[in-house]
């Protein structure tokens, strides 16, 4: 850490007018800013009534809780300071001004205060992300997710591995520095190699609930698609609860991919709405069919809802790849007799539900077995992964010990432990230990300004 490194601040609560606007600093003139604000430096993390003053006018801003973190043990490693204002514009903008007027401070940059935790070694990358997803999660399922993730769920694991590698490694080296040595055992390539596959199968099964992982940040997807006509827009409507989507009796009515966010059960899940699949002139049309035919493809779960009084339609041939309900829709407009009739026609080989997207019956039963349904996709234990990032690095450390494994007791010893180097280097670099900042940037731009 550079001595003439600059003092930050920001507004680190929401957007004023508020109720409370905090204003954090982080940096080597933190207390001298708040000395020179509030007229004094509180006992270290007791929060105190203070007057706040612009100290050129002497002018009173606000009445505040002043907080002061003296480094390291602070967020950022630095010193640290902390007003809790009124949180009018005027009052954040007058402490602004005269914060900005202290020579050495500077409002902050994105993410800055963060990126300053990690430089001084209190959280490793994995540790970032997941402050950054803690921030942005909607639902429970990714709260929980990010916090794990927040305090070490991948973080932790990486690190071990790392320091078993090393271990691993430590061997293959004894055995190639000392190899002409009496007192050096024979082997220490195989107990090396033992632990590469240790570390190998733990490192595929992390890999194995990378998908669930990935998908909770973005959500599952289903989409709505089927015949025109069918009722896909008016089911869209009654998941999301509001009128999301146009409806009218006029076939062809949806055309673009119509997208809906909403939290079932504590998941996430993203609703797509699609034109009505059929051959059309009218090239507008045929864009919107060529959309919902790519986006249902590429769906988690199709509902091909179909009109419950007309002749059964055919699914296409490229959505049928893809996991898919059928929703028999518009059953308040036939009598209850053929709806038995046809739940005992459709067989067991699909899931199957009767509803009226319009009345509303049967609806209930549905939703309830979509919320399952994500429950079950996710699962209850957070996924290691929830990252590409995180994914491509496993992967890559993974095909590294494969490489090192595969050379085998009688290879070359140089080709294991160099294999074995990288396998260590690449869990560095998802931890953020080693040789990242080409990566950092990257990550640090998510972030809000004050965090
Ligand atoms: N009686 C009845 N009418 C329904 C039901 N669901 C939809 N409708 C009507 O069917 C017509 C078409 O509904 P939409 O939701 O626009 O159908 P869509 O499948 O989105 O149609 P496109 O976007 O053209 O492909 C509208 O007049 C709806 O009011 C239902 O459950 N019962
Ligand atoms: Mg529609």
């Known amino acids: 850490m550079s001595p003439a490194r600059d003092t930050i601040f920001a507004l680190s609560s929401g957007r004023p007018p508020a109720a409370i606007a905090v204003v954090r600093l982080s940096g080597p003139r933190a207390g001298e800013a708040l000395k020179a604000l509030a007229g004094k430096i509180p006992e270290p993390r007791r929060a105190a009534l203070a007057r706040v003053r612009d100290p050129q006018s002497g002018e009173l801003i606000d009445e505040a809780l002043a907080l002061w973190f003296p480094g390291p043990r602070s967020e950022t490693g630095e010193d640290m300071a902390e007003l809790q204002l009124h949180g009018g514009r005027a009052v954040v903008a007058a402490v602004f001004a005269a914060l900005s007027r202290i020579e050495g401070l500077r409002m902050a940059e994105a993410g800055e205060f963060t990126r300053r935790a990690f430089e001084n070694g209190h959280l490793d990358l994995t540790a970032v992300e997941g402050l950054g997803d803690l921030i942005y999660a909607e639902t429970e399922a990714q709260r929980r997710q990010a916090y794990r993730q927040l305090k070490g769920l991948l973080g932790d694991r990486a690190e071990t591995w790392r320091k078993r590698l090393i271990e691993a490694l430590a061997l293959v080296e004894a055995r190639i520095d000392f190899a002409d040595e009496a007192d050096v055992p024979e082997d220490l390539v195989g107990p090396a190699l033992k632990i590469a596959a240790e570390l190998a199968a733990e490192m595929a099964a992390a890999l194995a609930g990378a998908a669930r992982g990935e998908r909770l940040r973005d959500g599952l997807v289903v989409a709505i698609a089927g015949p025109p006509n069918a009722g896909k827009s008016t089911l869209l409507n009654r998941i999301a609860r509001r009128e999301a989507a146009i409806v009218s009796p006029v076939a062809g009515t949806t055309r673009d991919v119509i997208e809906v966010h909403l939290d079932l059960g504590g998941y996430p899940i993203t609703v797509l709405d699609t034109a009505g699949i059929r051959d059309s002139d009218d090239p507008v049309e045929q864009e919107g069919v060529r959309r919902a035919r790519e986006r249902a493809q590429q769906a988690d779960l199709i509902l091909w809802v179909e009109d419950a009084a007309a002749s059964s339609a055919q699914a296409d041939a490229a959505i049928r790849a893809t996991p898919s309900w059928i929703i028999r829709n518009k059953v308040d407009l036939i009598s209850k007799n053929k709806n038995e009739i046809l739940r005992h026609e459709s067989g067991l080989s699909n899931i199957e539900f009767s509803l009226s997207a319009t009345t509303g019956e049967g609806f209930e ?87």
């Open 365 to 451: 039963p549905f939703l309830a077995h979509l919320a399952r349904h994500a429950a079950e996709f996710f699962g209850t234990e957070p996924a290691l992964i929830s990252r590409e990032r995180h994914r491509k690095a496993l992967e890559n450390a993974r095909q590294a010990l494969a490489r090192a494994i595969a050379e085998g007791e009688r290879g070359r010893e140089d080709i294991i432990a160099e294999e074995l180097r990288l396998a260590a280097q690449t869990l560095g670099r998802l931890t953020g230990r080693v040789d990242v900042e080409d990566i950092l940037d990257v990550i640090f731009r998510d972030f809000c300004i004050g965090k």
